[in-house]
């Protein structure tokens, strides 16, 4: 079966879980977490969602989302929901903002990945070293056609691109895929003109692990964290040592 890039999946998963809770209440939880665990491969085919609330509250939720295809789970989200307060006298950060994505060259992915998904992105990316840089992301396809989707589920379409815009090796040499995916957000995101930013670090260890953490970006600055954990794979006829 033919098979797609995953990310897509993951924003469609906040648009449930979302979906779900505005058909429950009405004062608008916000997600400040969300938890992806990747299962398998993301078919190019039809696909079942369910949405659950493993601890309902006044005031804080946790929900679990799970898409499946053919009774095999293939996505599980876990989304912790938090009231919204006035914080915004005391709100502030410590994370540098990235410069505006006018200020980055334009750079094509698909010189290192193939895919329809990945020919859609338009990227801006200032690569610092092997495995470090900064980059914004933007795609003109809509998550879901014909159906209002929140900032932050489309921003969650784009996360999971971070692990391959600033790779450390060769991804013909050595194969790097997650199996995970947590973002923590502060606030609700701002995309303009549709640029999610990444300030992004990837990290292999010495026994076949590895890290992909990013700050990620809006046009208002930092709004919050992901981290990937990473399978290194060398291939059989690359040399480490």
């Known amino acids: ?111 290192v990945w193939p895919g329809g998904f990945i020919a859609s992105i338009e990227l801006r990316r200032a690569a610092v070293a092997p495995g470090r840089g900064a980059f914004w992301a933007r795609t003109p396809l809509a998550l879901v056609d014909d159906e209002p989707v929140s900032p932050v589920a489309r921003a969650a379409g784009l996360w999971d691109v971070s692990n391959g815009m600033v790779v450390r090796s060769d991804p013909t040499a050595v194969a790097f895929p997650n199996v995970d995916l947590t973002a923590h957000l502060v606030r609700e995101p701002v995309l303009e003109d549709g640029w999610v930013g990444f300030d992004t670090t990837q990290t292999f260890g010495e026994d076949g692990l590895g890290l992909t953490s990013s700050v990620l970006h809006d046009a208002a600055g930092p709004l919050g964290t992901s981290a990937q954990v990473l399978t290194v794979r060398p291939t059989a006829a690359t040399s480490v040592g």
């Open 1 to 111: 079966m033919a098979t797609q890039h995953v990310a897509p999946a993951l924003g469609l998963l906040v648009h449930a879980v979302e979906r779900d809770r505005d058909a429950r209440r009405s004062d608008g939880l916000r997600i400040g977490r969300t938890s992806f665990d990747i299962l398998g491969t993301m078919p190019i085919a039809e696909v079942d969602l369910e949405v659950r609330v493993l601890r309902p509250g006044r005031t804080i939720e946790l929900v679990e989302a799970t898409l499946a295809h053919g009774g095999r789970p293939v996505v599980v989200l876990r989304a912790w929901l938090l009231e919204p307060r006035a914080t915004a006298g005391i709100a502030g950060t410590g994370l540098a903002p990235l410069p505006d994505p006018e200020a980055m060259e334009p750079w094509d992915p698909t010189t």
